[in-house]
């Protein structure tokens, strides 16, 4: 099993970002995927969930509205908008695959807000 974010950078405040996860080593289109952020200094923090179809998606309240997840399950591929960019967003960002836990994770990309 291999997870690759890609799509982190150096954003404005208010900015947008699109973040990707590539998947390989099972069959993507059986699991549930989750993104989870790292701040600094800070724990985990779940900030989506998707389902297998990807007919249904999840937030915690303090990113609804301004996140998007989604999955290309022809491409493998888990997707992450993220929009009206804050500083409080600046995280480590890591996908991670569900089965009755988060069994597999990617290293991560690293998005930073800053003027």
């Known amino acids: 099993v291999q997870l690759v974010e890609s799509g982190g950078g150096l954003v404005q405040p208010g900015g947008s970002l699109r973040l990707s996860c590539a998947a390989s080593?099972?069959?993507?289109?059986?699991?549930?995927m989750y993104w989870v952020r790292q701040a600094p200094g800070k724990g985990l923090e779940w900030v989506s969930a998707?389902?297998?179809?990807?007919?249904?998606?999840f937030y915690p309240d303090s990113v609804k509205g301004r996140f998007t997840i989604s999955r290309d399950n022809s491409k493998n591929t888990l997707y992450l908008e993220i929009n009206d960019l804050k500083a409080e967003d600046m995280a480590q960002y890591y996908c991670?695959?569900?089965?009755?836990?988060?069994?597999?994770w990617g290293k991560g990309t690293l998005v930073t807000v800053s003027s």
């Open positions: 991670a695959r569900w089965d009755y836990a988060m069994d597999y």
């Open positions: 998707i389902n297998s179809g990807g007919s249904n998606t």
């Open positions: 080593g099972f069959t993507f289109s059986n699991y549930w």
